[in-house]
């Protein structure tokens, strides 16, 4: 290649690099969102950390870093609620950096929310960048900051720490780093149990990957260099299985690192409880949690239509499960990756399809992060004060909401 034709190629910038505006962004909808919390709690007579770091879930975490598993609480109605339905990686580096610095357990959970929160937002910047470039980037960022329960991102919860863990093993699997994606579908399977369609994305592009190089063994003269110019670079198509010349056998071991966060924990409580390898399955029973197909959701959104005020609710449900049906038809029309769109079937199913508390779904839903790639792509081709406006309206909305969610009912 010749000096000039080098001198015709911008260089882009390091991915750090381009991720600041939209972690500036990012933060700045989150302190905008702190903000009006304590605000909202000081007028009602509450404190915004008390909500944020020592209450719902959040409790349970602590409880678990302070004094270990084995805790239950039996109610009244024969229910017992076990610590062992919540998975270890939150509570251990709440541990940890209570070990390390004067912070108390609950800090501690607060600080790795917030951090873990950051790198979320860095994880979902570098998916989107590397699919549709830094601008989709910087909305798809800010869409996942706005959402309305987007205060849960900085609560002592592990809704952030999962978040991280999963978009950058998806970003691992999009730029052909097998075990590193292997590694944080494992730590994504330590801190929650949706870890699973983690692993699920990790072993479809990896089956994937390996049903292409078979093609392309088989098919000749396909046998492309994957040193030659192109084949590699942040603007090479990406379709979800693997840079191309990415040894097997890194591959493999990505794929076989993916399910032992998951698997070992479950086998762990299996054994601690005596219950084999399905007593994760009677613990989450005994929170009343468990997978029916989406039935006892569509009960609940059905009773909403007994009365005039809580039918406007049920129909307020029936509206984001289509959008969110609309949101998941539209990635695979646009062909999104197939490690995004098996990753974001199995949040949604488990989200949607779960017995749980109803109140829980919509954070159950914030790990979903590829549902706003489309909606990021539609701001991006935006004139900028068009853009700016939508998201600072929604920015200002989902402050609003957040308050006055953990505030009332929170999220259990």
């Not at 809704?159 to 590193?180: K, Q």
Request: hydrophobic share 55%; proline share 7%.
């Amino acid at each position: 290649m010749s000096d000039l034709e080098t001198r015709a190629v911008p260089a882009r910038a390091p991915l750090p690099r381009r991720a600041v505006p939209a972690l500036l962004g990012y933060a700045a909808v989150r302190a905008l969102g702190l903000a009006v919390l304590a605000g909202w709690s000081a007028a009602r007579g509450k404190s915004a950390y008390t909500l944020l770091t020592a209450r719902w879930d959040s409790l349970w975490y602590t409880g678990v870093a302070e004094l270990g598993y084995g805790y239950e609480l039996r109610l009244p109605n024969g229910d017992v609620h076990s610590n062992l339905a919540f998975f270890p990686l939150l509570p251990w580096l709440e541990r940890l950096l209570h070990a390390l610095t004067p912070l108390s357990y609950a800090d501690a959970g607060f600080v790795v929310s917030l951090l873990a929160s950051l790198a979320a937002a860095a994880g979902i910047f570098a998916v989107a960048d590397r699919l549709y470039g830094p601008r989709a980037g910087f909305f798809a960022v800010l869409l996942w900051a706005v959402l309305p329960v987007g205060i849960v991102q900085s609560m002592a919860y592990s809704e952030s720490l999962f978040t991280a863990l999963a978009a950058w093993s998806l970003y691992a699997v999009l730029t052909g780093r097998w075990v590193s994606a292997g590694v944080l579908a494992a730590l994504a399977g330590l801190t929650r149990p949706v870890g699973a369609a983690v692993v699920a994305a990790v072993w479809t592009a990896g089956v994937i990957s390996f049903v292409r190089d078979r093609g392309t063994r088989d098919a000749p003269g396909a046998h492309r260099d994957a040193h030659a110019p192109g084949a590699h670079g942040p603007d090479a198509p990406s379709p979800g299985a693997s840079v191309p010349g990415a040894p097997a056998r890194r591959r493999l071991l990505g794929m076989l690192l993916a399910p032992l966060g998951a698997g070992g924990y479950v086998l762990w409580v299996g054994h601690r409880t005596g219950a084999g390898p399905l007593g994760y399955l009677d613990v989450q029973a005994g929170w009343r949690n468990g997978f029916d197909g989406g039935y006892a959701f569509a009960r609940f959104v059905a009773g909403r239509f007994t009365s005039f005020p809580s039918a406007l609710a049920g129909l307020g449900l029936i509206a984001g499960v289509a959008l969110l049906i609309w949101l998941y038809v539209t990635c695979v029309r646009r062909r999104q990756p197939a490690a995004l769109l098996v990753y974001t079937g199995v949040v949604l199913a488990l989200a949607l399809c779960a017995s749980s508390y109803f109140g829980s779904k919509p954070r159950l839903l914030l790990p979903a992060f590829p549902l706003l790639l489309p909606l990021a792509g539609a701001l991006a081709r935006r004139r900028p004060p068009v853009a700016a406006l939508v998201t600072a309206g929604l920015a200002g909305a989902a402050a609003v909401y957040g308050a006055f969610w953990l505030n009332g009912s929170g999220p259990p």
